[in-house]
Antibody, heavy 115, light 107 residues
Framework: EVQLVESGGGLVQPGGSLRLSCAAS????????MNWVRQAPGKGLEWVSY????????YYADSVKGRFTISRDNAKNSLYLQMNSLRAEDTAVYYC????????WGQGTLVTVSS | AIRMTQSPSSFSASTGDRVTITCRAS??????LAWYQQKPGKAPKLLIY???TLQSGVPSRFSGSGSGTDFTLTISCLQSEDFATYYC?????????FGQGTKLEIK
């Protein structure tokens, strides 16, 4: 069974940092591209970042470019999102998501940026 | 960035109705379009990919069509469990973009 389990969310002050993790199981992680997608409270879905299976190709949404860094460790079946210089508008549930047309999603982890 | 526009933004319907949701892309995306269903407090669920391919395990009352810039999601006979919010997403080019969502409510 495919499972994606996010962790690392929480309350952080504006300007602070947080690192999200996503543990993958039930499939060959190294064969799939991965994404982070977020959803602000009561709002729609927003794609955040993409990383190819080998980490050779990475993309970011303009809203997070220069502040967020996506990475993966295929040996540990894990995906990461390092988030720096956090802003109130980054408050959202962050989902780990497999592949371009996302066939599997994690349960999400809530990031709240507030003083 | 490619803008995805869904219509309507919200819609009331009854069990048994046939419902169509439209998604328009600001430029051509071939068939690189997916549809998702999301219920409150849950992660989205993939329904359709490649514009018209039904994801495994999704009931056949869901169907998708279109290519280029205009796409539709049709639910042929609404069931109670179908009342949710639906999103389209293009994965033709980066940044990937979603429609604003269509909330389907019970009449």
């Amino acid at each position: 069974e495919v499972q994606l389990v996010e962790s690392g969310g929480g309350l952080v002050q504006p300007g602070g940092s947080l690192r999200l993790s996503c543990a993958a199981s039930g499939f060959t992680f190294s064969s799939y591209s991965m994404n982070w997608v977020r959803q602000a409270p009561g709002k729609g879905l927003e794609w955040v970042s993409y990383i190819s299976s080998s980490s050779s190709t990475i993309y970011y949404a303009d809203s997070v470019k220069g502040r967020f860094t996506i990475s993966r460790d295929n040996a540990k079946n894990s995906l990461y999102l390092q988030m720096n210089s956090l802003r109130a508008e980054d408050t959202a549930v962050y989902y780990c998501a497999r592949d371009a047309m996302v066939d599997y999603w994690g349960q999400g982890t809530l990031v709240t940026v507030s003083s | 960035a490619i803008r995805m526009t869904q219509s309507p933004s919200s819609f009331s319907a009854s069990t048994g109705d046939r419902v169509t949701i439209t998604c328009r892309a600001s430029q051509g995306i071939s068939s690189y379009l997916a549809w998702y269903q999301q219920k409150p407090g849950k992660a989205p669920k993939l329904l359709i990919y490649a514009a018209s391919t039904l994801q495994s395990g999704v009931p056949s009352r869901f169907s998708g069509s279109g290519s280029g810039t205009d796409f539709t999601l049709t639910i042929s006979c609404l069931q109670s469990e179908d009342f949710a919010t639906y999103y389209c997403q293009q994965y033709y080019s980066f940044p990937y973009t979603f429609g604003q969502g269509t909330k389907l409510e019970i009449k």
